[in-house]
T-cell receptor, first 111, second 116 residues
Framework: KNEVEQSPQNLTAQEGEFITINCSYS?????LHWLQQHPGGGIVSLFM???GKKKHGRLIATINIQEKHSSLHITASHPRDSAVYIC?????????????FGTGTLLAVQP | DAGVIQSPRHEVTEMGQEVTLRCKPI?????LFWYRQTMMRGLELLIY????????DSGMPEDRFSAKMPNASFSTLKIQPSEPRDSAVYFC??????????????FGEGSRLTVL
C-alpha cells in the first residue's frame, strides 16, 4: 500500500463544474503539498499546508490532520485547469527533507 | 526573479555517452533538489543540497550518477555512462526550507533525457 494515495486517478469534467481531488496518507506529516503539472510541462507548487484551509483564486485546499486527508477543490473549472495534480507529504518522522509523492490525478476539463 | 533555470530542455544521446544536466536555483534559496520523473515510478528524489552541501544522496540510482553544487547559483547532475533506462524527465527545484522541512518548492521546466 502506498503511503500517499490519490483519488480519483483520472477525472473528466465539463467546464464550470466543481471538482474535488482527494489525498490520503498513512504517515505523520509536517506539511502537505499540492502540485500541478501540465502535459509536457513543468511542475508548479499550488499549496503547502499543515492545517486548515488555503485559497488561491478558484483553488481551495483543505487538510484534516486527524483523518490524514486533504482535498483540492477547483471551482468553476476551465479547460486550462486540465493537468495532473500531485499530492506530496513531508514525513514528520523522516530524517531528511524528502517528499512522498502520490501518483497524481489526471484532470481533463472539456469545454 | 527568473525562476529555476534548467538546461538543456531536451537531450537525446546514445547509450554509453556522458550526460550533464544543469540547474540555476532561485537566488536566496538555500535548498536545491534533483528529482527524476518516469511513467513507471512517478517523481523520485535523487539528491538534495543545503547551502551547497549534499545532504542526502540515497536516491541516486547507482555510481553512474553524480551531482555537484560548486556554488549557490549552480548545480549539475551527471550520468556517466548513460543507459536507456535513464530516460526520464529530470527536474531541479529550489526552496527556502528548514531542518526536515522542504518548504514551498519552485521547480524548473525539466530536462527531458532520451538515451538510445
Amino acid at each position: 500500500k502506498n503511503e500517499v494515495e490519490q483519488s480519483p486517478q483520472n477525472l473528466t469534467a465539463q467546464e464550470g463544474e466543481f471538482i474535488t481531488i482527494n489525498c490520503s496518507y498513512s504517515v505523520g506529516i509536517s506539511a502537505l503539498h499540492w502540485l500541478q503539472q501540465h502535459p509536457g510541462g513543468g511542475i508548479v507548487s499550488l499549496f503547502m499546508l499543515s492545517s486548515g484551509k488555503k485559497k488561491h483564486g478558484r483553488l481551495i485546499a483543505t487538510i484534516n490532520i486527524q483523518e490524514k486527508h486533504s482535498s483540492l477543490h477547483i471551482t468553476a473549472s476551465h479547460p486550462r485547469d486540465s493537468a495532473v495534480y500531485i499530492c506530496a507529504v513531508e514525513d514528520y518522522g523522516g530524517a531528511t527533507n524528502k517528499l512522498i509523492f502520490g501518483t497524481g490525478t489526471l484532470l481533463a476539463v472539456q469545454p | 526573479d527568473a525562476g529555476v533555470i534548467q538546461s538543456p530542455r531536451h537531450e537525446v544521446t546514445e547509450m554509453g555517452q556522458e550526460v550533464t544536466l544543469r540547474c540555476k536555483p532561485i537566488s536566496g534559496h538555500d535548498y536545491l533538489f534533483w528529482y527524476r520523473q518516469t511513467m513507471m515510478r512517478g517523481l523520485e528524489l535523487l539528491i538534495y543540497f543545503n547551502n551547497n552541501v549534499p545532504i542526502d544522496d540515497s536516491g541516486m540510482p547507482e555510481d553512474r550518477f553524480s551531482a555537484k553544487m560548486p556554488n549557490a547559483s549552480f548545480s549539475t547532475l551527471k550520468i556517466q555512462p548513460s543507459e536507456p533506462r535513464d530516460s526520464a524527465v529530470y527536474f531541479c527545484a529550489s526552496s527556502t526550507g528548514g531542518v526536515r522541512r522542504t518548504g514551498e518548492l519552485f521547480f524548473g521546466e525539466g530536462s527531458r533525457l532520451t538515451v538510445l
